[in-house]
């Protein structure tokens, strides 16, 4: 697998992660303006409840049990506190839903690191094992220096010999040979 097939792999993990977090940011902001809404609603219905009472007890009535307009108002109040709830537990599931997304993705890399260090050492002593970049087999360093060098030397020429002490002069070229270059 070449660099760049790493990098677009790497492009398409990053890309699927940021479409799955903005998806689930967009599902959790839609269900938080719901919640604001249904909250902003209970106390509307509260304050309504709330003046219904008081101009009732100002003509003189105090038991409301019997009153069907005022049942009506709890009952309007407490469903509408049971879909906040409902709301809020939805935002929860929507979170849990993404740790639980993350924790599997965490050992997923967990898993290919292990796999990857189980690779590093099932190599014989002495051996560099190459990094492991897809899931074919890797391959041992030694096997890559047996090859071909890039570079050879250009045939006829010998390469000079460094002096044996350090320090030592190097030997003088060839007056011919410079001026031929």
Known sequence: MSIMDQVKKNLREWYTLATDRTGEMAKISVR???????????????????????????????????????????????????????????????????????????????????????????????????????????VAATEVLLTEPAVSEPEGEEIPEMAAEEGAPLPKPDEDEIRDQ
């Open 32 to 138: 938080m303006y719901d919640k604001y809404g249904i909250s902003r609603e209970i106390e509307r219905q509260l304050s309504e409840l709330g003046s219904y009472v008081y101009h009732a007890v100002e003509d003189g009535r105090t038991e409301f049990s019997g009153d069907a307009e005022f049942q009506s108002w709890i009952e309007r109040i407490k469903s509408q506190e049971k879909d906040l709830e409902a709301k809020v537990e939805e935002i929860e599931e929507i979170r849990i839903q993404r740790q639980q997304k993350q924790e599997a993705r965490e050992q997923e890399e967990a898993a290919a690191a292990a796999q990857a260090a189980a690779a590093s050492e099932s190599a014989m002593p002495g051996e560099d094992v190459a990094p492991v970049i897809n899931d074919d087999e890797p």
